[in-house]
Structure formats: C-alpha cells, structure tokens
C-alpha cells in the first residue's frame, strides 16, 4: 500500500471535480468502471493499486482522458516526473479545453526537468486561459522569463572549460572557494566537513604547482582556525587584513559576525570583532574588502535589506571607525538571496552568486561594474556552462583576469561542493591589475618601518588604493589597476613623504608587477626630497589640477611639523636659453610657495629659489633624462 502525501491535496482539488463533472465516456464502459475503483482506491490513499486500475481503463480506451489526468497526478505522488509529464502530455493532446490547470501543472513538471521549450509553449497558453488565478499566471510569467532565459543560454553557451581543482583541494564535503593571492599563487578556502571526528568549517591554504596541479591543502591553523565555525574569509588586496565571519561566539553581536586579523610577519594577530555597527543582531557574513583600502562588502539579513540576504557596504573612515552600512540597492539586491560578493581589486567589477536574478539554477553567478557616478550596472548572468542548475556560490577572480575560481554543486565532483577553475570570456572580465611590492625602511639605519600608501587617480583626484607596511618586515603589496596615470604617496610620523608617479597600459599583467624598495629619510636639517606628482603647463608656471594631492601631502607634513622650514626649489632641462630657465624655475617654485601660503601655512617658514639647469639629475641627452631634470624639490631648512 502506498500512502497518498499531504501535498496530493493540490493535485486532489484540481482532477477529481472535473473528472466527476466532465466524464468523456458511458458510465457502465469498461473503462469507466476501472476509472471508477481507480478513484476509490485513490481516495482511499492506496496509491498504487490506484494505477494498476487507471492503466486497465488506458487499456480499454487510450484516449480516456479522465485516467491520464489521474495517472498524471499518481506519477507525481510518486515523483515520477517522467512519466507525470507523459500522462498529462497525453491529457491534453486529447483536449487542451477539458482542464486546462492541468496545462499549468504539466508546464511546471517540465520547468523542474528543464524541458524548457515545452514548458514555455504550455505556460503561453495557460497564460491565455481567461480563468487562470493570479497566483499561477505570476509563477508562469516569472518561470516563462526563466525558461526563455535558460533555453538561449545553453543554444548559445559561453567559451568556458571548467575544470576540478582536484582531491587536493576538494573533498567529500564542501569546499568554498575565497580568496588568491595577487601572485596567482595561494588559494584560500573554506571547507565544511560532512563526516569523521571533525565536523566544523575551517579554512584551509593550496599552494600552485603548475597551471592546472595544486598542492595538498594545508589548514591556516590557530588563530584564525578555531573549534569553532570559521567561513568566509578574504584578505585585503595588500594581504595585511583577514576578514572572516564566526559564529557564535562570546564577544559576537548575533548569530555570525564578523571579525579581522592584522598581518604580523609571517602569522596573523589575534581576530577582532569588528564591531557593532558593522556587525548587528542579525547574520553578517562573507566580507569582501576592496583595494581602496576602505570598502567592506559583506551579506546580512538585518531588517532594512531588499530580500532574505543582501550585499551591504561599509567603509572605514580615517579615524578607524567603520561607517553605518549602505545596502547596495535593488539592482544588485533582490526578494530572494544574494550571497558571495567578490569586489575584484580593479574596484569597479562586482561578482557575486544569486538566487533572485534570472538564472540557471538555485543559484547563478552575476557580475557588474560600478560606473563614475557610483551607481551599479544592471547584473549580468555570466552564462552557461559555468552557472548550472546545481548552486553556484563563491567566485574569485585574480587580478590579471585570466582566470576564475568558483564553488559549484554539480554532481561530477569529489563531494557535495567543489572547487573548480575557468578562463574567463572577455565580456565577463574585470580591469586587468597590477601590483607594486617591496619594503620600507628607515634611509638611514636600514629599520623596517610601518608607513601608510596612498594611490591616486592622478586624471580624477580619486583615492584608488590605501595600505600600510607590515610592521615587522616593513613589506608592501598594492593592487594598481591598468590603463591610468597614478600617484603614490608613502609617509610616516617622523619622516619627509616618499612620492613617485607612473602610468601602467592597459596590457599591463601580473606577471610584471612593480618592483620598488622605499627609503624614508627622517626629518631632519638638510635632507631633501623631490615633488614628483607637481606638474605645470607647458612654459608656464600654472599648476595643473594634477598636482592637487602632492601639494596636500606636502602641506600636511608641514601642519604635522609645526616647528618645519623648508626651500623651495625649481629646476628646468636645458632647452632655451639660461636666463628664461632661470625666470621660469624661479616662477614655478614661487607659484608652490604662494600655495602653500593660501593653505596657511607660515611664510616665515618658507622660501623658494630657482635654480634653471643648473643642477640636473639625469643627461640632457634623452627625453628621458630631461623629464628628470623638470622637477621641484623641497629642502629642510630648520627643525624645531
């Protein structure tokens, strides 16, 4: 005896009363009496010897419409999908008009089993039924979208080879993919263990053998592992912050927060609760931190969202508090779940994994690019056969944009959620990125020193990046974005400011990063620096809006140093004659000078002088060289 379920009562309400009511067939037919115990039996939950009765009257008469509805109702009691969409095929090619909710229920059957073309025609014309209750034409409207979606998307595929990272990486439970290293070489992940003594989430580090060979995954290990549930790390772009998410613990606000550890050497410090205002009563999890330094996209289902999980942003102000969180709004954020973000470190293409945005599967991967005015592009289903039906859940992308990384649930895998790498198509492909590295130290006794970056978009004024140097090693790492001219700028308490300028072309890659060791010289009477970032127009003394953040890093160490004099100093190449150089040196130093007045600085703590080409730095051979002899400098003069 096989019992009828409690959801059979859908099904029950919509085919008995029309099966009384319109019986095609005489009432004392053979195929009316199998029909009839059929239903008895039904009614009385005994499923099975239901069918045996319905296929007797299907032998008797194959075009009984009656027992095909009912066989159709059977088979999806017994979720037997197949042949449910055959019986009520069957039904409705006798007579679309007998009931027509069965075309509804037939076109949801092969919605489920992905029978796109046949779903869309029969929710077209169920559409049309004039007695369709709305809550049925809203679901056959949003799975017609679907539907039509899906269809084109495996018609047209994108150019894409996934492939399994292999049982280094993944395993037999789940494994989520979160972060790797600018370098292409350390991947970090989550892994959530199903079976065994072991049973909590942990991350866990893979370290690259070759393009497509990852080592045996290692646990990161204590503080950041705990006995704990650890999940969804990042690490900030300069690899000084791991961010995460935990659960219940002590010092926790809710249910999960978020927490951060700062880099110390070669091991990560003790996590901190990042606080009340990014964390709340409610679920905070996986963080995304930016390149510019500042901005935390993470997921939290607090009151205010647009569904049950949104993407919400907060940034970290310059006093170190973190500012009330900004849901991203209804373009990124659905009624349904968003989950995943990745901000890649060109600081403009968000990717993350939705349920809400019409996709493949139970959750699909989008990206979208954040415009000048701030605002997010509509999302963009990145397509098939990277989203599936299965759940599409994390994706990373490093920087050169060459590749992806994602966590799928397909079933031709290791385990229940495994990591896989794709290249990725040019339409879905972030800014490529750079980086710069190397270390800062003391110009004089050699010390590792902990000094902050700052990267400008020289054309916009835009803070592209901010970092900080490991205190310990006095390393740096800074994710530059191609295709731009850019300012950096190095200071620290103590010591004159370091700045360099430098442009890198939209072919720039990783595998060319920057390579720059920083000397800080400490502030003291006769050390020298140059202005690198000041600019003029051509013969001219005018300064070019260009030169707006040196001149503010050069007015802060003075406000810093109340007790600093300094000279100014102006020099040209050699082309023209030596008088003009000399005016023109002079003028350009001068046109620094009144600046600085007009931000009120001191005058008694100012001077300038014009030197021509008098005192060059390069040959005047090269354009090169004469560049380098186009300079200002500043000398101290005093210190109190």
């Known amino acids: 005896m096989h019992k009828i379920p409690n959801f059979s009562l859908f099904f029950l309400s919509l085919l008995l009363i029309p099966v009384m009511l319109f019986a095609q067939s005489k009432p004392n037919s053979k195929e009316a009496k199998f029909h009839r115990k059929a239903l008895a039996y039904y009614n009385a939950s005994a499923i099975d010897e239901a069918l045996d009765e319905v296929k007797k009257a299907l032998k008797a008469n194959p075009e009984y419409i009656e027992s095909w509805l009912l066989a159709g109702d059977i088979y999806s009691l017994k979720a037997d999908k197949p042949q449910a969409i055959h019986a009520y095929s069957k039904a409705i090619s006798i007579d679309h008009n007998f009931f027509p909710p069965a075309v509804y229920i037939l076109a949801n059957l092969q919605f489920e089993e ?11 014309w169920y559409l049309q039924y004039p007695n369709a209750r709305q809550a049925e034409k809203n679901k056959s409207l949003k799975n017609l979208t679907t539907a039509r979606f ?158 049950s999980s949104d993407i919400w942003l907060s940034r970290l102000g310059s006093d170190g508090n973190w500012s009330e969180p900004v849901n991203l709004g ?23 994994s939705s ?92 010390k590792y020193l902990s000094a902050s970056f700052v990267l400008t978009d020289l054309e916009t004024g835009n803070l592209v990046a901010q970092s900080q140097s490991d205190p310990l090693t006095g390393a740096f790492l800074i994710c530059i974005p191609s295709g731009k001219e850019y300012a950096l700028a190095v200071e620290k308490p103590g010591y004159l400011f370091y700045s360099v300028h430098f442009a890198l072309e939209e072919t720039s890659g ?65 082309s023209g004659s030596e008088a003009y150089n000399q005016q023109l040196s002079t003028n350009r130093a001068k046109a620094v000078y009144d600046y600085l007045i007009g931000k009120g ?29 186009r300079r200002t400098e500043f000398k101290v003069v005093g210190v109190k």
């Open 510 to 574: 990783i595998k060319e990063p920057y390579l720059k060791n920083v000397l800080l010289k400490p502030i003291r009477e006769g050390e020298s620096i140059v202005l690198r970032n000041i600019f003029f127009e051509t013969d001219s003394s005018r300064l070019l809006p260009e030169s707006e953040t040196e001149l503010a890093s050069l007015v802060s160490l003075l406000k810093r140093n109340a007790g600093l004099k300094i000279e100014i100093s102006g020099h040209t190449d050699n």
């Open 114 to 124: 992905s029978l796109y073309a046949d779903c869309i025609r029969n929710y077209e």
């Open 355 to 446: 349920k809400g945005h019409t996709g493949m599967g139970e959750g699909d991967i989008f990206f979208s690019k954040k415009g000048q005015d701030g605002n997010w592009t509509e999302p963009v289903n990145i397509g098939f056969p990277l989203n599936t039906e299965a759940d599409e859940v994390t994706f990373i992308v490093d920087n050169a944009g060459k590749y992806a990384y994602y966590s799928s649930a397909i079933t031709d895998g290791f385990g229940l959620q495994d990591i896989y790498r794709v290249n990725l198509p040019e339409n879905v492909k972030p800014m490529p990125v750079s980086y710069m590295k190397g270390i800062v130290s003391d110009s004089l006794s050699g």
């Open 601 to 629: 600085i001191a005058p008694l703590r100012l001077t300038y002088k014009g030197f021509g080409a008098d005192k060059p730095v390069a040959e005047n051979a090269t354009p090169e060289g004469k560049a380098l002899n």
């Open 150 to 307: 899906r269809l084109d998307a495996i018609r047209n595929p994108v150019s894409v080879k996934p492939v399994n990272l292999g049982s280094n990486v993944n395993t037999a439970g789940y494994e989520f993919v979160n972060y790797i290293s600018p370098d292409a070489e350390h991947l970090y992940f989550t892994r959530r263990f199903t079976s065994g003594q072991i049973r909590d989430e942990n991350f866990f580090v893979s370290d690259r053998i070759n393009d497509t060979t990852w080592q045996l995954s290692r646990e990161l290990g204590p503080p950041v592992n705990t006995p704990g549930d650890e999940g969804a790390l990042c690490i900030s772009p300069d690899g000084q912050y791991l961010f995460y998410s935990a659960c219940n613990r002590p010092d926790g606000y809710g249910s999960c927060d978020l927490f951060a550890a700062r880099r110390e050497g070669n091991r990560w410090g003790e996590p901190q609760n990042l606080g009340p205002v990014v964390n709340s009563s409610y679920w905070e999890s996986q963080p995304s931190f930016a390149s510019d330094g500042r901005s935390l996209y993470f997921v939290s289902n607090r009151p205010g969202g647009q569904g």
């Open 330 to 352: 209804s373009t990124i954020n659905t009624p349904e779940s968003e989950r995943g973000p990745f901000i890649h470190p060109d600081g403009q293409t968000l990717y993350f």
